[in-house]
């Protein structure tokens, strides 16, 4: 594939990339390793809330690579995350809900590599599960977090 086909990718991906984040409330955050030159190595806590279902909020830890790169945008974050995810309110089930509907997504490359948060219904235990994972195979098998939110009464 030629440089001038892939300019316009390019160019979608770094558009496409902040909006993507801006779904989530930033927490906070934690170096884990000084760089000389640009941001240190962290570990970002960002909060979403569930956009269908009323009342389930997630919590998604996920490193973030400083130095240099990372300071310009370029560098591809590490493929592991954490996710919790806890009933803020009552909850509401939809009267159909697609398995593994995409809830959240974030771009941690410049070009085709994504954190996403994926939600099933467990109907047999009355349960939301939230799975998140990176679009990017790292060693034979895909990374991966599981959470589930028992739904409960409310109030």
């Keep these: 594939m030629s440089y001038q086909h892939m300019l316009p990718l390019l160019l ?10 801006d779904k989530a409330d930033p927490i906070g955050e934690v170096s884990t390793a000084f760089q000389l ?6 570990i970002v806590i960002e909060a979403f809330d569930d956009p269908r279902i009323a009342g ?3 919590y998604l ?15 591809e974050d590490p493929s592991h995350a954490s996710l ?10 939809p009267a159909k809900l697609k398995a593994g509907e995409e809830v959240f997504d974030v771009s941690t490359s410049l070009v085709f590599k994504e954190q996403k948060v ?6 047999k235990r009355n349960a939301l599960v939230y799975l998140t994972y990176s679009t990017k195979l ?3 098998s895909y990374k991966s977090a599981v959470s589930a939110v028992p739904i409960m009464p409310w109030g």
């Design 12 to 21: 979608t991906s770094l558009l496409a990339g902040p909006a993507l984040a």
């Design 37 to 42: 030159v640009g941001p240190n190595h962290k």
């Design 56 to 58: 389930v909020a997630c």
């Design 61 to 75: 830890a996920r490193p973030k690579t400083g130095g240099v790169k990372g300071g310009l945008g370029l560098a």
């Design 84 to 93: 919790s995810c806890h009933q803020t309110g009552p909850i509401r089930l």
């Design 118 to 123: 994926v939600r099933f219904y467990d109907e």
């Design 138 to 140: 790292v060693d034979g």
